[in-house]
């Protein structure tokens, strides 16, 4: 069994076995993913993409064409791809390393599947740790796709240092429910499946919208499928730097209460809770808010 320093050692060198076990430790709070990350060293420097919107855009697909871009730059990738959770084995469901299979293989790609685990937010309860594994190492650029559930996905624009939404023109009926959860989260947006009728139409109307932002957000218009306008979109990405830090305060801070909580709460089992609270139930004078004060 190798120790939390050879595990550190191996994924700066890129040894993507040990990266990958290091992310096991730490999404599933294995012994020693604690000591882990009180010790790792994550780079500030490494930018974070996130790529959000609604189910059906072509996340994954612009995701692709990105990293084939990138790859052919000489860059090394890592993907965070949130998938919803299976029913049976809480793992993901749709296992997006299926669908980015052919850039699996190549060495300078690392993807991984995530589950949400029931996490609100279009996230994984352990994202946060999961990204700053992922700055650790040496990779050039970290790409987290969320699982595409809608306006519940705003939790992306904290963690990412660039938060890119990607609709369709088809979303052009629904642009007012739209506007009122991603449309305020995106420092670009991509109108994917640009060949569709009504594309030009719907990025458009899209520019209109965003110009009561400040700074004004691009609208790109791609077919992610045929590498089309991905190289504009990349070029903003490398000029726009890391975006507005504030909203990752609010993240860390929501993150960092509930590690708090963790912690106190170490001692606590609900079985063994739910067995205290059965048998103080039965008292004649049983007031739950006096047995909770004994956690105090």
């Not at 190798?2 to 999404?27: N, P």
């Given at each position: ?30 012994e020693g993913s604690k000591e882990l990350l ?22 994954s697909t612009l995701v692709n064409a990105l ?96 938060t890119i939404v990607v609709l369709v023109p ?127």
């Open positions: 069994m190798k120790t939390i320093s050879q595990f550190l050692s191996g994924i700066k060198k890129g040894d993507f076995l040990s990266l990958a076990r290091v992310l096991t430790m730490v999404e599933n709070d294995l009180s010790i790792i060293q994550s780079n500030p420097d490494t930018p974070v993409l996130g790529i959000t919107g609604p189910p059906g855009a072509g996340k990293i084939e871009k990138l790859v052919l730059q000489g860059k090394k990738v890592a993907v965070l791809a949130v998938d919803p959770t299976s029913p049976f084995n809480l793992g993901s469901l749709l296992g997006d390393r299926i669908r980015m299979s052919a850039h699996f293989n190549k060495p300078g790609v690392f993807i991984r599947s995530v589950a949400t685990r029931g996490s609100v937010g279009g996230l994984s309860a352990r994202i946060i740790e999961m990204v700053d594994v992922l700055r650790a190492s040496d990779f050039d650029y970290v790409i987290v796709e969320t699982v595409g559930v809608g306006q519940s996905e705003i939790e992306i624009a904290g963690l990412a240092d660039l088809e979303a052009g009926d629904e642009i007012q429910h739209i506007k009122s959860g991603l449309m305020e989260i995106g420092d670009a947006f991509v109108v994917n499946k640009a060949d569709r009728e009504g594309a030009s139409g719907f990025a458009n109307n899209l520019m209109k919208m965003l110009r009561q932002r400040k700074p004004v957000i691009p609208v790109f218009k791609t077919v992610a499928d045929k590498a089309e306008g991905i190289d504009e979109l990349l070029s903003w990405i490398n000029a726009a730097g890391q975006g507005d830090h504030s909203r990752k305060i609010f993240l860390y801070t929501e993150k960092a209460f509930r590690l708090i909580q963790e912690h106190r709460m170490r001692d606590v089992g609900k079985v063994e809770l739910q067995q205290r609270i059965a048998k103080a139930f039965n008292s004649d004078d049983f007031n739950l808010y006096r047995f909770v004060s004994q956690y105090d």
